[in-house]
């Protein structure tokens, strides 16, 4: 057994004293005990000084004991999982954990950029406004570089994190925040309804203030048998969920909340790596209890910002709760009865308290008269005009001040190793104000509170102002029986913290040296404050701004409520006239992962495969991405690259018979008394005569009047279509139907059904269609039984089928329909019975090059966000005599103009060039910069024309056939014919296939 | 002006820092002015800056409803780049970013222009194509930009996870002179460079109404009384729509939430702008070390200056997914802006129905980027009354007439 720590109290805490824990601090070993903070650990050894402010590079030392500190900030962990910037008070200490400084170069005790401290006069508040300005390339060259690097607090990690993180959703009628006692009164309440409850407790232990404070009783029993009762009976019942560890970070509309259940605590995390790390939770709760409690201010003076100088109560706190002493002489400095509270709690844990220094000049009551009865100097009307020390604090200059806390003459000089502060109390009110709710300041208890709880919310106890221990309670458990519509249960006699104040105007200490910090992670000072305001930066938004002031990794915490305070006294404004800066979420830094949860890596976005793709690759399949599913690109051949591949698969649908799986292809079901109606709003095409069996072809347009989406068509009954739509459109156009459903048509029968993973689908193309399929199906394949651009169903291979006669490659087509189970077993037969026709599988490179060659467009490729079903040669497919959605915009003047950008064949003069995609068409030489005419949209070599050819979209396209324009290829420009854009059949004689 | 270099600087350190002058004075507003500004974000400013020096107007008034820069221009992630695909969108935007180059100067006032590059992911073969197009068009027009492969991505930024197991990274745009800068201090800095010309900035004044006669703008009625003026210029950003209402004609605005957040500080680990719009994510890291990161705007129209969780959380997680060193940080703060969107997610700086009476909005999700630019263009139409060369396109007629300058591609994720 080691020796016990040198402040380390011999008894109390809730510390378990059987389970000695090791762990380093800036490479020394040391030790502390279960249940210890890595903060009160280091503090049981005496060292305060942990770490270095932002901008001056100042020593630190821990602050508070809570998720405010703004100080005592670390980096935890090794490798993948080094943790930055977390603050030291909410660390539980494990075994082995590894905790180092940051922010401090070579090292914590001597650190280089410490030399900002003393160059401060000329670094004020947004002193980089001001400079850095001249010679004009040095700012990103010189002086931002420099910058950055003294900026910064810890350092990523620059590993890839190895822990995973889930995501939950859940729904519970009461959501309790916070679990000391107001929360558990509400929960406990809440609970007996049977209404399923959760309450959230940021820290790992229950219990809030009562684990701060001792001699507290409630419903007549000490407060720490009242918290076990609470948390066993709370266990017991099963509609009612505590999650300790676990932050509410946000508050969403409607009830919705956001949660972070942290599972594994810091150095733990290796011994379960597969188990997630932390759980995202997003809850809804229409109903919930706010009961955060409060944040102790610190006072603001010369110096305030030492090691060895702490909140009142989190000195409090480090005694009784942690069993650890602050320092071995303590002054406690207050502006209210808290201190003197927090004063008497250290004497009573053993803490020699040397003096209470007090604003106010009248201190009275049982507290101040118990604490002289202790032996304590009580100095009132006084304030602490100056901190003296360094890395640590050893001096306090104690002097009188006047009604404005201006330091006067006289006072003593006072040793300490311990300084003790409390300005107040910030009740913690940010989830109601995430919500927008509105604040006032409470001039009685000298804090912002909100002024109307949002609905749904009812804020309790230290949250709402509330410090004494019995209201505390007394409104938590209205709270929990209200949000459920019971009533409240009596507790008994409730013996605590009182709830008056008293809290003095006095938060700031103006002396004449030093440097009296309101924000103390970022360096700004009243002084700061003061500039700011000088220089007309005078709404509490723009001080915020100038001076950084609330801008930390506490988001002021600790500084707003008194930069406000200092605002309102130089502005000479209420503290309401200088309101509050926006409240934002996450309440603490809460982890990126934790927000991805699960979709990340192999599953950001989860790849999709048709039922087809295993075939596909035992063929030898090449792949390509397309939205997210991944689509056989092309089958090459022992020794093919892409080109020759393609060109023998597109070449082989030209002279004989090839398929493609088609699977993809969204596919939705429209289905309802006002199907053809509705089809007839969104496609540009008449749909309400057509009959059942029939295909068709449509454009869907967006208000604007440009190209949306396009597919085929399929009527299956009277109300009841099938309509296909592109790959990666599927998506979107389903939303878009919704959205006209459900906003706008709200009067019509339709509903929507994405059947697009049900239905496999093959496409078979080539003269030798008919004869390969003939034999596989019961539908007679005639060209006259069966017709172009019609559909019918029957059975494929023994399957059901609903087999589509239309062609994307200008060749007699079918597309076959099936279930997917059966997709396998009817490719394996088309290859069976299409092998003495070489029939041959082809992926999405030669359907592109097959479909341009005929002159189709693809949607999303030879369109962009201003193409018309015009400038694509289609106005034939939008009808003159019915209403569309786009019909408007299309009809607008600019939209038919000449000069607009239309869809044109090319064909490069050098008949063995490819043109790339994309590249720019302009006039002559293509010097840069020249005006662009368009660009080109598609492009392959043919084997069937046996040379390169491509589509464009080109200013005044249409009327330029026969032209001649140049594309830029390399830098050079390329001469190209302007020919319509059909290259091959333009009669459409192929789509009847052999043997019609 | 009292000037700022580092010599004023020690001069007034030794003084003690107490007489410095205000940035821009606190003026009760005049009877009548030439011009009032609607709005002092960053273009409003900008725009009263560029009337007073460019067009030799005195009698300018910015009006703000709440405190300077606190609007779009505050709420933004400083992203500022011009390799736009369209022409006319291309050329504004350049005329933007030229001007950023030499703001600082221009204003003596530090705006931290840091031309540190921003890439532009493609992560599939039609990605790939569009931005291989955009780069191209971009260099026809005579905008700096390149395509890097993932080899040469992976040497631009080593942190970024370029093979990435889902949508890897298959190439990028680079525009080397595009970057980020300070976002308040494009409006503070603008603000006291044209309070030092003479223009009065009138903050927590809301315009609630328009003195309109016989078609002819005449002043604003305001929370501090009416005010008069020869001409009044709209910049109200997510607003428009709710002051177009009150002049009483309509603009084809949509008003949404776009958020955005940043980490806590670090010390430098991402030198360049990250932006995907295939995942919906980008990042860049601010001078003071915090990892600024945003997305797409939300689906939903509102005026209220916050989002859905959702849609933040699909940023992070893109973030996350291209940086595995990024996962185990933590948000600190996050945020909400209301961007207004035009149909075709292009500006408008117009003329309107109501003579003397002008807008400049729809910047959508990308107008921190064009600060200078859209006050130098706007200021040039309010002062003559018809369009800057560079903005020509860009007036409310396209889209009576269809002439509309679509930039979708370009907005897929806020820009």
Known sequence: MKAVAKYRLPSGGHIDRSQLLQFSWGGRTLHGFHGDTLASALLAHGIHFVGRSFKYHRPRGIYTAGVEEPNALVTVGRNGRMTPNLRATEVLLTEGLNAVPQNAWPSLDFDLLSVNNFLSPFLPAGFYYKTFMSPAAWWHKRYEPMIRRSAGLGCASGQADPDSYERRYAYAEVLVVGGGAAGLAAAHAAGQSGKRVVLVEQDWLLGGSLLARTGETIDGEPARAWLAKMQRELAAMDNVQVLPNTTCFAAYEHGMWGLLERLRHHGTEQDKPNAPRQRMWWLRAPRSVIATGAIERPMVFANNDLPGVTLASSAATYANRFAVKPGDRTIVFTNNNSGYVSALSLIEAGVEVKAIVDTRPAPSGAMAQRLLECGVTIFPGHGISRARGWHDLHHLRIAPIDEEGVAQRGGVLMSCDSLAVSGGWSPVIHLPSHQGAKVQWNEEQACFIVAEAPAG???????????????????????GASAVGATAPAYGAIHGAEGALDCDSIAWIKGKRGKAFVDLQNDSTAKDLALAIREGYESIEHVKRYTTTGMATDQGKLANVNAIRIVSKIRGLPMNEVGVTTFRAPYTPTTLAAFAGRELDDFLQPERITPLHDWSVTLGAAFEPVGQWMRAWYYPKAGEDMHRAVQRESAAVRESVGFMDASTLGKIEVRGKDAAEFLNRVYTNGMLKMPAGACRYGLMLNEEGTLFDDGVISRLADDRFFISTTTGGAPRVLAWLELWLQTEWTDLEVWLTSITEQWAALALNGPKARKVLQPLTDIDLGHEAFPYMRFREGQVCGAKARILRVSFTGELGYEIHMAPEAAV????????????????????????????????????QDNEGTTTPDDLGL???????????????????????????????????????????????????????FPILGHVTSSYMSPTLKRGFAMGLLRRGHKRHGETISALVKGAAVPCKIVPPMFLDPDGERLRGEDA | MQKYSAISLAYHAFRGHRHWQRAWRSPEPRQHYDVIVVGAGGHGLGTAYYLAKHHGLRKIAVLERGWLGGGNTGRNTTIIRSNYLQDESGGLYELARSLWETLSQEVNYNVMFSPRGVLNLCHDEHDLKGVQRRVLANQASGIEGEFLTPAQIKKEVPEMHVACPRLPVLGASLQRTAGTARHDAVAWGYARAADALGVDIIEQCTVNGFRIEGGKVRGVETTRGAIEA???????????????????????????????????PLKPCLNTVIMSGAIHGYVSQSDKGELVIGGGADAYNGYAQRGSPHVLAGSIGAVCHLFPQFRRLRMLRSWGGVVDIAPDASAILSPTPVENLFINCGWGTGGFKATPGSALAFAHLVANGSPHPKAEGFTLNRFASGLIIDEHSAAAVAH
């Open chain 1, 457 to 479: 919310m009812a804020i309790v106890g230290g949250a709402a102002a509330s410090f004494a221990l019995a209201q505390a309670v007394q409104e938590g458990a209205t709270a």
């Open chain 1, 825 to 860: 077993s009817v490719a394996e037969d088309l290859m069976e019975t299409g092998a003495e026709y070489k029939i041959t599988p082809y992926g999405t490179e030669s359907m592109h090059l097959l479909r341009a060659e005929k002159g189709f467009i693809i949607a999303g």
């Open chain 2, 230 to 264: 020869d001409k009044v210029a709209l910049v109200p950003a997510g607003h428009a729509s709710v002051l177009a209402n009150l002049a009483g004609f309509r603009l084809p605005i949509e008003s949404r939430p776009l958020q955005a957040l940043v980490s806590e």
């Open chain 1, 875 to 929: 106005s034939g497919l939008c009808s003159t005599k019915k209403d569309y959605v786009g019909r408007r915009g299309a009809e607008r003047a600019g939209m038919r103009r000449e000069d607009r950008k239309q869809l044109v064949g090319l064909l490069p003069e050098n008949e063995t060039l490819v043109l790339p995609e994309g590249v720019p068409l302009g006039a002559g030489e293509l010097t840069p910069p």
